[in-house]
C-alpha cells in the first residue's frame, strides 16, 4: 500500500469526498417524489452507505484514534473530539437509517419528507466533522505513522470484516464522479490487476444502479 504524505490526499479524504457527494445527490433527489424503482435502488444504497460509514468510524475509534495517542499523547484532547463528533454523527446516521427504511416500504411524501429531513441532518452532522478531521486530525496522523502502522491499521481494521463484494463496490463508489487526484490516490492503493478485476467484475453493475439511484445525477465512473 502507499504511504500517505499529504494529508489531502489519502484514503479517508477518497472516502470523505464519496460521503459528502451522495449526501448532496440525496439532499436533491430527495425533495420531490421519484418512481418506486428509484425509491427502492436509493434506500438499498443508504443502508450499504451507512453501513461502509460505520465501518469507517469503528477503524478510526478502535484502531487509528488509539494508535495515535499512543505515539502522540499530546493529540489526545483532539481525538477526544473526534469521539465525541463520531457520536453525535452516529445518533444521525441512526435516525437516517430508520428513516431510509421506513420508506422502502412507505411510498408516502411523508415518508419521503422524513428522509429528506434526515439527509439534511446527518449533513449537518457529518460535513463539519469530516472538514475538522482533514484539517486538524490527518495531518497529524500523517506525521505521526510510518509504514509499519499504516500495515498494522489495513490489516487489522481497514479491511478487516470487509466482503469481497464490499471491496468492490467501495472501489466504484470511490472512483464515481472523482477527480484526477483522488482517482491517482485510489489506483496508488490498489494493484492495477486487482483494480481491473474488480473494475470487470462490479463496473457494470455499479453504473447501472448509480443511473437507477440517481438519473440525471448520476456521474461518470473514473
Request: with cysteine; charged share 25%; proline share 6%.
Amino acid at each position: 500500500m502507499a504511504i500517505p504524505t499529504d494529508p489531502d490526499l489519502t484514503m479517508n479524504t477518497v472516502i470523505h469526498r464519496a460521503l459528502r457527494r451522495d449526501l448532496e445527490r440525496l439532499e436533491v433527489v430527495t425533495r420531490e417524489p421519484v418512481p418506486d424503482a428509484q425509491r427502492l435502488a436509493l434506500c438499498r444504497h443508504v443502508t450499504w452507505m451507512l453501513d461502509i460509514l460505520h465501518h469507517h468510524h469503528v477503524s478510526e475509534d478502535e484502531g487509528v484514534w488509539p494508535r495515535l495517542v499512543a505515539k502522540r499523547p499530546d493529540a489526545a484532547p483532539l481525538v477526544e473530539q473526534m469521539n465525541a463528533e463520531h457520536h453525535a454523527l452516529a445518533e444521525a446516521s441512526d435516525a437516517f437509517r430508520a428513516a431510509s427504511d421506513a420508506w422502502s416500504t412507505d411510498a408516502s411524501d411523508d415518508a419521503r419528507q422524513r428522509v429528506h429531513d434526515a439527509v439534511v441532518t446527518m449533513q449537518g452532522a457529518t460535513i463539519p466533522h469530516l472538514d475538522h478531521e482533514e484539517r486538524e486530525a490527518m495531518p497529524v496522523v500523517v506525521d505521526a505513522f510510518d509504514e509499519a502502522d499504516w500495515a498494522y491499521l489495513d490489516k487489522n481494521y481497514f479491511r478487516k470484516g470487509l466482503s469481497l463484494a464490499d471491496n468492490g463496490w467501495s472501489l466504484m463508489w470511490f472512483m464515481d464522479a472523482v477527480g484526477p487526484e483522488h482517482a491517482a490516490v485510489v489506483r496508488s492503493e490498489v494493484p492495477p490487476p486487482v483494480l481491473w478485476l474488480m473494475t470487470r467484475g462490479f463496473g457494470k453493475r455499479y453504473d447501472r444502479q448509480a443511473v437507477a439511484r440517481w438519473g440525471p445525477l448520476a456521474g461518470t465512473r473514473a
